[in-house]
Nanobody, 127 residues
């Protein structure tokens, strides 16, 4: 079955960096678009960004654009989320998820279009 496992979370000071990993199994990874989402305490889960199956397209939500970078290594079945210039508003549980096949471009930020999710990894930014 499809499994996604996030890692790399932790505690970091404001202004610091972290790199999260999302390792997939049970899926043809090289043909899979992966999205990142996050849920801050007391808030709903929100879209962070995604990377298409070949890495040809990445998209980010406005609040992280220019600070976060998504990349992938299909040989390792892994997608990365490099997070720089972190601030307290980035504190959240971060999830990766697989985009359902056949999803159109305008729906690729929509959570319901993702069918398999990891368990999440906690990122805490101290000020």
């Amino acid at each position: 079955q499809v499994q996604l496992v996030e890692s790399g979370g932790g505690l970091v000071q404001a202004g610091g960096s972290l790199r999260l990993s999302c390792e997939a199994s049970g899926v043809t990874f090289s043909r899979t678009t992966i999205g990142w989402f996050r849920q801050a305490p007391g808030k709903e889960r929100e879209f962070v960004g995604y990377i298409t199956w070949n890495g040809g397209r990445t998209t980010y939500t406005d609040s992280v654009r220019g600070r976060f970078t998504i990349s992938r290594d299909n040989a390792k079945n892994t997608v990365y989320l490099q997070m720089n210039s972190l601030n307290s508003e980035d504190t959240a549980i971060y999830y990766c998820a697989r985009l359902r096949s056949g999803t159109i471009l305008s729906e690729m930020r929509t959570q319901s279009r993702y069918d398999y999710w990891g368990q999440g990894t906690q990122v805490t930014v101290s000020s």
